[in-house]
Structure formats: C-alpha cells, structure tokens
C-alpha cells in the first residue's frame, strides 16, 4: 500500500519546493503579460469532451457515474472548461479576455518519459481577438518563460504552422467540415504511427492515395516561400503566417521561432495557427502546444468567440530543466530556528517564537528536549539563516542569543528588539 496510483506521483517536501518554484515562474510571466488566474473544478461532465473525432484524449478520460448517476470526468485538459465558463458569461465578459490557470489534468495515457496519468499543465489564452496579434502575445508569454527559467533559444525551438494550411490543400481536394477535422488528427500521428496506419485511416476519410501524396509533400516544407509556392500566390494561410512571423520579430523572439507545415496538432478543435516547443535535442516529447481555436463554443451549443491558447506541462520543462543544470538548489524556508537550552525556558522560547512570526521570521521552534549538537545539524539541514538560543542568564537579562549561521558571529540581542 506504500505505492500510489500508477503514473501519479507524490510530491515530497524538496520535490514540492522546485515545483512551487515552477509554478511561480508560470505566474510572473503570465502577470507580466497582463493575464489573470482563474480556477474551475476538477470534475466535468463527461460530455464536455465527447467529442467525435477520432481524438486520443476522449479515448483516455478518467471517467465515472457519480452516486446521482451523472457520467462524470476529471479533467483531461482545461480548455473545454473555460470555454464553458466563457459561454455561462456570454456577453457580461469584457473581451478581450485574457486569463491564465495551472490546473491538474488526468489522462489514462501510456506512461513514458516526460507523460504521466496526471500533470498539472499551465494555461494560458486569450478570448475575443481575431487577429494574429493574440497569436503573437501567447508566444511571447511563452518564451518569456523559457528565459525567467535560464533556457536559450539554443535549447528550445517553437515550431509554428496554421490549421489554415491543410485546410487550404484538403479544400481543394473537396475535404471539408468534420471530414478535414478528422484528417488533422489523423495527420498528427504521421510521426508517430507506420506511414501504412496512417495512410490506410486517411483512405477510410476517402482521401486517395495521389491526394495523401500531396498532403505528405506540403507537411514536409520548413520555409514559407516553398509553401507558397505549393499552395497558391494568394494563399491567406502564408500570409497569416507571414504576419506572425513579423511580430515575432518586433518582439525579438524569432530566434526561438521557425515555421514548421508538419505541426498539426491532435486536438479537433484547431482552426488557425498551432504552435508547439520542443527541445533542440529532439529527445524530449513537446514541451508545449497551443493553438487558436475559434469554434470551441459551437461546438458546446454557443455562439462562437474567436480564442487562442496553449497549454504547457510541468514534466517535459523539468526534465528538460534538469539536464541541462538549471534546476535551482532550494532548500527549505526556515529563516530562524528557536531553541530553549533549559527545560524551565520553553515558555520563554515559544513567547520568543511568536515575537520572531509576528515580524514575519520563519520559525521553526524546537519543540522537544534536544542536545546542542542535534540543534545545529538541525539548522543546517533546514538551511536556516540564524539559530535563536534562550539561555538561563541572558533570558534573566531580558535578552537572547543569536548566532548568525553563514558567519558563525554570535550576539545577545534584547528580547523587545528582535
Ligand atoms: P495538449 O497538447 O494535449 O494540449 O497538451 C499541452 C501540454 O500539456 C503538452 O505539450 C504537455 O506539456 C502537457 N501534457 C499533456 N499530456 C500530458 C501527460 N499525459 N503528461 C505530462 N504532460 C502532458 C492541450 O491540452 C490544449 N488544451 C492546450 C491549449 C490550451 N490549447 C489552447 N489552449
């Protein structure tokens, strides 16, 4: 019974202090950005994700009948919940609405490297702006992050394609509606499934094999110019990219940055631009991806209102983090730690305890008879920055003992000036 659930994990006291920090990473640059957090609960209706199209997400929900029986889900990802909190607030949002979210997402995944049965995944997305400007904003709130976390566009490279482009190439080979949705997600697994699974799900769309050519070819351009070439000189997917590409720019981030036709993405609800991050290495699965999605809300029975988003897990960046030496060495937050050399002192030590946090001081109080030498072993282990002695003869003085820890200086200090 000491085994949790496979593919969750537990959070030990050192595990939970580089995920706090994480976690305020994913805060600053949201904030600096001008996003603000919003929360929803961890269980939906299953139905919010019932979505027809072939998706791996809908085939992994943690999913129940509740004791009202309601077929209930926990949440795989947050993006269906916040466009149902959107939709309840129809018309009273002022748009465009910019909010951000680190929630808990549960998916019945195949466990490997970097994906688990659970992860807590930022969110970050902007409702109520059509034009490729909010596009551009989510990237650099992106990237702003890589940086505030010490990553290079040596390390990490975003990888930026639009929905629009196959849109553009199925179209004209008469692939529309729920028909091209279906071929996106099917097309998303080309690098991970035999060419023959993928090709043999397309010719069950009724794509013929000369149009699967086709599509391959366009999903293996790099540059823009080419794709403009293969589409046609007045293709609005390439000039929608090309814009993107130009504020990029401007925001200094085109480094980081470069056009890639094979990114589709595997979720249905794409309808623009898609973006994902990954390693330069290429060892690692996506950091992150996002997209803009425009006709979630009708989809859910509402009147659609543009939006674009991405979602960014705390497991790749950690791996990602960690072999490259940038996982910072934080130890515990104890600045002081209060002991009483006497028993006849631990009133005295706890009334100096309370002086200490109602300064705002950290204080661990020892709470027990203990000898020096485990006191100090003490200290140094929680990595406090000064150790407060309440000895006989400076306590009948009115004052107490502070020995600074990084400098070994000790001082008796008043008890009405800590
Ligand atoms: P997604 O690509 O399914 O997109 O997930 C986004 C990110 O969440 C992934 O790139 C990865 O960092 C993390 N992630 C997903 N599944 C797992 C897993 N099993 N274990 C660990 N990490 C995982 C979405 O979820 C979209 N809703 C994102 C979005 C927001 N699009 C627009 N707004």
Known sequence: MAQGVRGTRDFYPEEMRLRNWLFQKFHSSSLSHGFEEYDSPIIE????????????????????????????????????????????????????????????????????????????????????????????????????????????????????????????????????????????????????????????????????????????????????????????????????????????????????????????????YYTGPVFEAHDRGGELRAICGGGRYDRLIGTLGGRDLPATGFGFGDMVIMELLSEKGLLPDISSRVSDVVFSMDESLRGAAMEVSSKLRGAGRRVDLVLEPKKMKWVFKHAERTGAERLVMVMPAEWDSGKVRIKDLQTGEENDIEFKDL
């Not at 680190?102 to 995944?109: L, M, N």
């Not at 969110?123 to 992050?145: K, P, R």
């Not at 090309?242 to 979720?267: C, H, K, M, N, P």
């Open 45 to 268: 209706h299953e139905e919010l994700y019932t979505r027809k199209q072939g998706e791996e997400i809908t085939q992994q929900l943690y999913n129940f009948e509740d004791k009202g029986g309601r077929k209930i889900s926990l949440r795989p990802e947050m993006t269906p919940s916040l466009a149902r909190m959107v939709m309840a607030r129809s018309g009273a949002l002022p748009l465009p609405i910019k909010w951000y979210s680190i929630p808990q997402c549960w998916r019945y995944e195949r466990t490997q490297r970097g994906r688990g049965r659970e992860h807590y995944q930022w969110n970050v997305d902007i409702w109520g702006m059509e034009g490729i400007e909010a596009d551009a904003e989510l990237l650099s709130v992106m990237v702003h992050m890589f940086t505030s976390v010490g990553l290079t566009h040596d390390d990490v490279v975003v990888r930026i394609s639009s929905r629009k482009v196959l849109e553009e190439v199925l179209g004209s080979l008469g692939i529309e509606g729920d028909s091209f949705t279906k071929a996106c997600v099917i097309v998303d697994k080309m690098d991970k499934l035999p060419e023959e699974t993928v090709s043999a799900q397309l010719s069950d769309l009724g794509i013929s094999d000369s149009s699967i050519t086709t599509i391959q070819s366009v999903l293996s351009v790099t540059e823009l110019p080419g794709l403009r070439d293969m589409l046609s000189p007045d293709s609005m997917a390439v000039s929608e990219l090309e814009r993107l590409f130009q504020l990029l720019e401007s925001y200094g981030i085109s480094e980081w940055t470069t056009f890639d036709a094979s990114v589709v993405r595997g979720l249905a």
